[in-house]
């Protein structure tokens, strides 16, 4: 059991097991994707930013696993897609991350900051460029983020691009710089 929720009582234990078994099972949910079943649950009241011991919201998790439905779902009941987990990582940051284009824009049509950066600075263009995914460089730039946005090292999508070796978003980025 987690230490956060033992009690002195056993009835007290009990409930703060049952507690944790039932926010593991909501977690679980929004990995899985079961839409249906988080919108049921939406409705009689489950906190649509219940968030666990990571800081990851249900968002993030169901956005995460690409599961677009269960993404609607959490929106439609004011799930926040700014809400960053502990690492300061945003819901955008982890579909730039995955290269799944339909989810970010889903994100961004619902409120995600194109250039909510994580703590390091890193933003969904440089987690794009950084792992070669020219579909999602055109589209996030043609909504606003900046390629000359620097991390928290000074590096600029163009650097982190060259850096990991993505040749595809390095020329994409640099045929941008030159305008």
Do not use: C, W
Request: hydrophobic share 45%; proline share 5%; charged share 25%.
């Amino acid at each position: 059991m987690d230490e956060r929720f033992t009690s002195a009582s056993s009835t007290d234990a009990r409930l703060d097991d049952d507690t944790l078994n039932f926010a593991h099972e909501m977690f679980e949910l929004a990995r899985g994707g079961d839409a249906a079943r988080l919108g049921t649950l939406l409705a009689q009241g489950l906190p649509p930013n219940l968030r666990n011991h990571k800081g990851d919201s249900l968002l993030m998790l169901a956005s995460y696993h690409g599961h677009i439905e269960a993404v609607r779902v959490l929106l439609a009941h004011k799930a926040d897609p700014e809400l960053r987990n502990n690492n300061g990582q945003t819901p955008i940051a982890g579909a730039a991350f995955k290269g799944d284009l339909p989810m970010i824009q889903l994100l961004l049509a619902n409120g995600a900051d194109v250039e909510g950066a994580s703590p390091d600075g890193k933003t969904a263009l440089m987690m794009a460029a950084m792992f070669n995914r020219t579909e999602l460089v055109d589209f996030l730039i043609a909504h606003g983020a900046r390629p000359d946005a620097r991390d928290a090292s000074g590096l600029t999508p163009l650097a982190a691009a060259k850096r990991m070796g993505a040749p595809d978003t390095l020329a994409q980025l640099e045929k941008i710089s030159d305008l």
